[in-house]
């Protein structure tokens, strides 16, 4: 049966007047979520106190819902887990990486990549010592620079500005022939696009959920651990959750089974409450179905944009299988075009330094939006309406 | 004017007929959390979507609440900041301390802090190399121990079993004659006793907000850097929150200024919004009061329960000096018996080998409960009602 996407839509409480195209950024709120946030605090904090980790399962939260996003990320069951932020866990699989690659003491990556993911990879290096260098190519010169010097490649699948999607199986396989492992950040692919972890043979993937999974504002990471690491990958960031018998306070530390040690400290239960009923909107979505029609948006998006809109320039691929679920286009005005299509109800994203950056994310966003959006935005465009001082003032977050 | 106890109780949500001495575990409901959280999902995530990061202060929650904090710990204001969990901000703490310390290798602690304190100390030992290691010793033994091999001391100022107190001026003092720096855990004291790290000249601290300070499970733990660190302490975790200019996007880190650059990845909004909420119970209380009538709880406590059950031994120092907010009796049989005194409504917590454990939190505890709870121990133990196999089957979370 093909996803019902009109059913989808009802599941997600949007505001009148507005066309979300910043679910990239921000999920909006599933119609589940509060309800399950009173439970949470009410029903469980309030009444079961201190038994509610073992009489509402916030234990198992995170081992439980790892196995709701396998699903959604191509992984095996029973391999990852949630937690923490997508920082933490990039520092995780980057240090289990290192460990296990010991006579090698460089991460490459892409200077595409998120500048967090960059960051933590630099702090890890500067604990690590001199020797340790993080190294950074541009995005079209990654394959090439995998060589034998590499410990690990730490790509994110699909890039923040621009959409353009890395060929995680092609890097992957050439990072293993070199011997290196590699880290994928799936922070913009994860519930955008056809994932696949387990076929691509990644050795780490980590992402967040406030994105396309809609978890709420700082919603917990997630980490997956290629089954043949699960047992050897040892964890640098070693928290009580991690440890075999957690309960047993013993004075040293032993990694818990699998993907459990991955765990670090006592987990964000009501945010966690929060992801969990969010999921329940993917329950009759089949991937491949959201794919092709993310490919369906994106593809009418460009189309009108390019014919209504001549001065922004596509800076997204154009070849769809070189995408993820985004569309992004280059104005020297981004900045205030985006703040004028905010103040018509359009919201995207503007990042530095001249990206406009719209998210399909099919769950909610249908053609009728797509169209509503191009309006808009032509509108503007033809009249300089974003032309106004007070759309050129930059806020602290955009 | 003194503090209204009988008002702060008025502002918790506890079900009936439950005597919840575990707030040392997970703090009970303040009333005002569930429409905090309902507006922080519905009115602002819903409503707000991406812009609620500027429109609802959620950028500046981890800061605007480690001030709240602040005022509770003895801190300078704009010193603490929130997020993670305990175990990464003992991380920081210690990767920091090592960092500002080169020469040295040594992280001490004692065998009464608790475990995840001590096993992220020797993950972060392995990261850093052989060289490095974690020494611990009994914690009577502390003081003696700090001498110049020792680059940073690491204690729990309140024992999570005993209730012990360390003091935190005295340590730290001679830590410092030595050379070392003193990272401090506040986890059973902040909340709970009249923390002072700026008296007693803590190099960092941390704690978590989830047990006195009544966040709900898995809310965000806290660090405090020293004003005379805030600019030199590099933070091992860097991530995006903590850079200069996050929304910069650069490709290399800079350190934010001051506390904010231990913030890591994106905070948990949610877990701060009933945070936030929960500190509103914290408006009027004076921590010279909160700690009196501490002391009052555990000496009637104490007193009533050696007089109606010699057979259980004190675990907690008798001086209330050397004590937090807790109280620890040892008994063979003490899984049973805290199972019983559950059935019962008297809700403790039992810790690995014999440890009973009671927890006073005035805001909500008051001569009464005491009382009541030592009748019903009393009870148990007269009449040996905890003999029972269904008390002795060990769950997982205890």
């Known amino acids: 049966m093909p996803t019902d996407f009109t059913a989808t839509r009802a599941l997600f409480d949007l505001p009148e007047g507005v066309i979300y195209l910043d679910g990239n950024s921000l999920g909006p709120l599933p119609r589940a979520v ?38 959604l990320i191509g992984a095996e069951a029973g391999h990852v887990v949630l937690g923490d932020t997508l920082s933490i866990k990039v520092y995780q699989a980057l240090a289990s990486s290192l460990e296990m690659n010991p ?38 010169d990654v394959m090439d620079a995998i060589d034998d010097s590499v410990a690990v490649l730490m790509i994110t699948e699909v890039d923040y500005r621009t959409g353009r999607r890395h060929d ?46 809609n978890s709420g504002p700082g919603g917990p990471a997630f980490i ?7 047992e050897t990958a040892r964890p640098a960031l070693s928290g009580w959750m991690g440890h075999e018998k957690p309960f ?68 997204t691929p154009r070849d769809a299988a070189m995408r993820g679920s985004q569309v992004s286009f280059r104005h020297p005005e981004g900045y205030a075009i985006m703040q004028a299509l905010i103040a018509r109800g359009v919201i995207g994203d503007f990042r530095a330094p001249d990206i406009l950056r719209f998210g399909f994310t099919p769950l909610y966003i249908g053609l009728d939006e797509v169209a509503g959006a191009v309006k808009i935005l032509a509108e503007i465009m033809e009249t300089g309406a974003w032309d106004r001082p007070e759309y050129k003032t930059r806020a602290r977050v955009t």
């Open 34 to 71: 509060p309800a399950r946030l009173q439970q949470a605090a009410t029903a469980e904090w309030g009444q079961m106190l201190i038994t509610g980790w073992n009489k509402a399962g916030w234990m198992e939260l995170p081992t439980k819902i790892g196995d709701r996003i396998a699903r």
């Open 168 to 213: 995680m199986a092609a890097l992957t396989a050439k990072a293993h022939s070199v011997g290196a492992l590699a880290v994928w950040d799936l922070a913009h692919s994860a519930g955008a696009t056809d994932v696949d972890v387990a076929g691509g043979k990644a050795d780490f993937a980590v992402g967040c959920t406030y994105k396309y999974l």
């Open 248 to 315: 047993a306070f013993d004075l040293d530390y032993r990694p818990g089974a699998g993907i459990e040690r991955m765990r670090v400290g006592t987990p964000p239960v009501l945010q966690l409450a929060a992801l969990d009923a969010a999921l329940d909107v993917w329950d009759g979505v089949e991937i491949a179905d959201l794919r092709a029609r993310s490919i369906d948006l994106c593809e009418a998006f460009i189309e009108q944009v390019e014919a209504a809109c001549p001065m922004l320039e596509l800076a």
């Open 103 to 140: 006579d090698r003491r460089v991460i490459l990556s892409d200077t595409g990549n998120f500048p967090s993911d960059l960051y933590m990879a630099e702090g890890l290096c500067r604990t690590l010592g001199p020797e340790y260098s993080l190294k950074t190519v541009a995005p079209e």
């Open 224 to 230: 997956y651990v290629a089954p043949r690491h699960a």
